[in-house]
């Protein structure tokens, strides 16, 4: 187990854009002392469209990023990395504990709905790998586990259109694919980071009976629990220091990441990094 030497060293967290904020802010809501440092590899997006080689290799290059930082635990805030990259990542770093999304999400779903069918909205490449299939069966034997690629969804969310006609048509035409034949689902897994800015929509198709479940919360739980239990958590009260790094569209990343955290944020607050 890791012992730290300097606990306000930050928490590095990196997504292929700004869908991972979403993690961060719940990270911030659960530890708000932690200092954070989050990287948009916003070049690059999407990550959900690539071939396992190359998410592979943008991992480890974000990764490589973070720690020129010095951070005590990194937090893979994607879905689509953290199905391509948590073990190799986990065995590059050790011994600095590494976290990523797919797990918490689907301990989430099983928790929500035991035994219960579950319908994965993910990217492409989350879907091609089964990542929250084998997840879920590993917990759950019982669950049944379809996946469903949504990339629109990504650029939904990406432009900030996360209600009206246009979100609502394409997210049934999702619904609706997924859901023929035998399949209903009791829960809905956001399976990707960009999606939960997309909940309300996606809940209100669905309907009151499914639960709508994303990783946001369970990763940030399991943060604290993983700092807590190796006394790595922040010593001071005060809040902790945010710095935001994007590869690309400083003031894009600003005006959406804005959304995505809830506060308004300046280009100033984004620095450009190469990779
Ligand atoms: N944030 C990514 C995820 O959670 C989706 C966006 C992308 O394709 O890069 O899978």
Redesign the pocket.
């Known amino acids: 187990m890791t012992t730290y030497d300097n606990t306000s060293l930050p928490i590095g967290i990196f997504?292929?854009?700004v869908?991972?904020l979403t993690v961060l802010q719940a990270i911030r809501d659960e530890l708000p002392s932690e200092n954070l440092i989050y990287l948009g590899d916003t070049a690059r997006?999407?990550?959900?469209?690539k071939s396992p080689a190359s998410i592979a290799r943008y991992a480890a290059q974000a990764t490589a990023k973070l720690l020129e930082h010095d951070i005590k635990m990194l937090v893979i805030?994607?879905?689509?990395?953290s199905a391509v990259a948590l073990e190799s990542l986990q065995e590059q770093m050790h011994p600095v504990p590494v976290i990523g999304?797919v797990v918490p999400g689907a301990l989430a779903a099983v928790a929500a709905r035991p035994g219960g069918a579950h319908l994965v909205l993910?990217?492409e490449?989350?879907v091609r790998l089964g990542a929250y299939g084998k997840a879920i069966s590993r917990h759950d034997p019982k669950a049944r586990v379809k996946e469903q690629a949504c990339?629109l969804l990504?650029a939904l969310a990406e432009e900030g259109w996360t209600n009206g006609d246009i979100a609502d048509s394409i997210v049934r035409r999702y619904l609706a694919d997924a859901e023929h034949g035998e399949f209903k689902a009791d829960s809905i897994i956001l399976?990707?980071?960009?999606f939960p800015l997309l909940r309300d929509v996606i809940s209100e198709i669905a309907g009151d009976d499914v639960a709508v479940v994303d990783s946001a919360g369970t990763t940030a739980s399991v943060v604290r629990e993983t700092l807590t239990a190796s006394g790595g958590l922040v010593a001071c009260n005060g809040r902790g220091k945010l710095k935001l790094l994007a590869t690309d569209g400083a003031m894009r990343f600003a005006r959406v990441g804005g959304q995505f955290l809830g506060e308004a944020l300046t280009v100033e607050d984004v620095q450009l990094v190469d990779l």
Do not use: K, M, R
Request: glycine content about 20%; some cysteine.
């Open positions: 997504d292929s854009g869908g991972g997006l999407p990550y959900g469209t805030a994607c879905n689509t990395a999304v993910a990217t490449a989350t990339e990504v399976g990707c980071t960009h």
